[in-house]
């Protein structure tokens, strides 16, 4: 977004999805205005960044804490904002009339997001493509209804004015006559002061006469010893110096009260002046303001919603009250846009709770199975704020819920281990769901003993499956490629896996979700590639192939007690008596491998582990 308004809008949107099919299509038409009109757009967001934060400025204007410069940005911010209101009038006055009532909002839960706005908006007008507001389109142009307000305050504020108002100087000349009186005449006592100086001197004939200033004393005529003759007995002495004599005279002390006292009355003038603008502001134009920063803001998030649909080849949704999720070529609209030149492998996504209603995927790990959960949920979420969503084609039922069960975590301040937490998780879900929500599960059961988390596991595969208060759409991640028989068991579940191609030993993540299930995990391959010590890799392998060759629970314990150490260097015996020195030995040891050049070192390695061969 462009401006800090349009910005706490979007995530309000984000954070309050909708579920009413009018709104949303509204927002749609809006998004989709905005994204057929190219040179639109060119011409809007330059101007948009211009505009501000109205909305906070308007506020401090309304809480009476606004600032001479705030009511400067405000002004400018104003202008700003009438340019793009006339740009964007097309935009403005397409779409029907929004609903009087809000629509019902869609509750979203996950235990892994927290997107709470971080300021307190004021309550929100019903959801709508974009702010009608007649008013505004009517005034657009030169002199719109946000430009008499700009021209307010550009005639009463300075266009530099000071942060505070404390020693004034904010109010422009010609805003307040008694103002200008009071200015002038402290210029004038300041100008008579200013050439009092040269005047004394040429009437005393003290070329050196001074005329000074300080807190204490105020304005004083300063004559040295050498010339203390000379003065003039009008002349008051005020303070002796070391080097000659300090003096005021009436006419000096009378424009010295002039200045100190205008000094005085222009600063209290000035803050009573800057009260009644701000206060005239906030009781006469507010509202009128914060109808425009709100046209501004949804402006900004259609504006912002078509930019992304435009880059990144957005698709717009066909929703409706339906129950199928059906979604061609998905792609995850944020890690797409972190591989950088690498290209993101789409997926297609078929969800319905009459006949697919619970995808159970299996699949390696690092081959994409999260972000294929995850790029489901995101994808829902975006078609219910209105925005087009990354993918070619896609027909979404309005969810109600989105449920998420993703990630692991702990809370032992009370107690609760990473289990129980997913536990309590789950259990959430399970309690609330109903057929018309998503649920997104990731490797359930995984915190607990293998043979206790694939019960769970089936056990909550079959509640989502056959509870009829539940039946939510499901996607399901698991490692339990046990579970992949439940789709021949029931008839809503689906099996699919992330393909992986092998080639001498390389695996080869394909990132593409294909119907079956998966029979190896690669969990050794990952460790590779994480770092782990080859030995501990190598004896990993040994002991999955001892168990795989196993059976039941009680044989694979059988055979974890039985499995043989690893076959680890035998150390060398000691002897009781000296034995003859090893020629390699004495060899390696009188090397000088400081003088050696790398080929040269090369060539001595292969000749000592010829040799060591040769001995053996």
């Not at 300075?158 to 002038?184: C, K, M, N, Q, Y």
């Not at 009437?203 to 304005?219: A, D, E, M, S």
């Amino acid at each position: 977004t462009r401006t800090p308004m349009g910005g706490r809008l979007l995530r309000r949107w984000v954070g309050e999805p909708l579920l009413d099919l009018a709104a949303l299509r509204q927002r749609q038409e809006a998004v989709a205005t905005a994204l057929a009109d190219v040179a639109l757009r060119a011409r809007v967001a330059p101007t948009l960044s211009r505009v501000g934060d109205l909305e906070r400025l308007t506020s401090r204007v309304v809480q009476r804490i606004a600032t001479p410069r705030d009511l400067v940005a405000l002004a400018a911010g104003l202008r700003a904002a009438d340019e793009v209101l006339a740009l964007a009038l097309p935009l403005l006055a397409s779409g029907p009339p929004h609903p009087e009532t809000a629509a019902p909002q869609t509750t979203f839960h996950t235990s892994d997001m927290d997107d709470t706005p971080d300021v307190a908006l004021p309550p929100a007008p019903p959801p709508r493509a974009v702010i009608r507001d007649r008013s505004l389109e009517e005034g657009v142009g030169s002199r719109g209804p946000l430009a008499d307000i700009a021209v307010l305050i550009e005639r009463a504020i300075v266009e530099t004015p000071p942060l505070t108002l404390t020693e004034g100087g904010a109010i422009r000349a010609g805003h307040s006559a008694e103002l200008d009186g009071i200015v002038h005449a402290a210029r004038d006592a300041r100008q008579w002061v200013a050439n009092l100086e040269r005047g004394e001197r040429e009437r005393t004939g003290i070329p050196n006469l001074k005329v000074g200033f300080n807190k204490v004393f105020g304005y004083y005529l300063e004559v040295t010893n050498s010339h203390a003759a000379k003065v003039p007995p009008e002349y008051i002495r005020k303070q002796t110096i070391t080097t000659g004599e300090r003096f005021i005279t009436p006419d000096l002390k009378e424009y010295e009260a002039l200045i100190l006292n205008a000094q005085e009355k222009s600063v209290k003038l000035e803050q009573e002046l800057f009260a009644h603008l701000r206060a005239a502001i906030a009781a006469d134009h507010a509202p009128r303001i914060v109808r425009a920063a709100r046209t501004l803001a949804e402006l900004d998030v259609v504006l912002s919603l078509a930019e992304v649909a435009a880059r990144q080849g957005y698709c717009r949704p066909e929703l409706d009250d339906g129950d199928t999720l059906h979604v061609v070529a998905a792609r995850h609209p944020v890690v797409e846009l972190s591989q950088g030149d690498a290209p993101f492998v789409p997926n297609d996504i078929e969800l319905a709770t009459h006949d697919a209603q619970i995808l159970l995927l299996t699949g390696p790990n690092m081959a994409g199975k999260s972000t294929y959960l995850r790029q489901v949920a995101l994808i829902v979420l975006l078609a219910q704020i209105g925005s087009f969503v990354p993918a070619e084609a896609a027909r979404i039922g309005l969810v109600d819920r989105i449920f998420t069960r993703i990630g692991a975590q702990d809370d032992l301040a009370t107690g609760q281990s990473t289990f129980m937490v997913e536990m309590v998780e789950t259990a959430n879900i399970l309690h609330h769901a109903t057929p018309r929500s998503l649920v997104v599960l990731d490797e359930i059961g995984r915190g607990t003993s293998t043979y206790d988390g694939l019960a769970i596991a089936r056990a909550i595969v079959e509640y989502l499956h056959n509870n009829r208060r539940c039946g939510a759409k499901t996607l399901f991640a698991t490692h339990y490629h046990e579970l992949v028989e439940l789709a021949r068991t029931l008839p809503r579940v689906r099996a699919y896996n992330v393909a992986v191609s092998e080639d001498e030993g390389r695996v080869i993540f394909l990132r593409k979700i294909v119907p079956g299930g998966a029979d190896k995990s690669y969990g050794i391959h990952v460790a590779q590639l994480a770092g782990i010590p080859r030995q501990v890799v190598r004896r990993a392998e040994e002991v999955l192939e001892e168990l795989e060759r196993t059976g039941d629970a009680r044989s694979r314990r059988r055979a974890m007690r039985d499995m043989r150490e690893p076959v680890m260097p035998q150390a060398l015996q000691l002897t009781l008596f000296a034995a003859e020195p090893d020629p390699l030995v004495e060899e390696l040891k009188t090397l000088a491998v400081d003088e050696l050049t790398p080929l040269e070192a090369l060539t001595r390695l292969y000749e000592l582990q010829r040799k060591a061969r040769e001995q053996r």
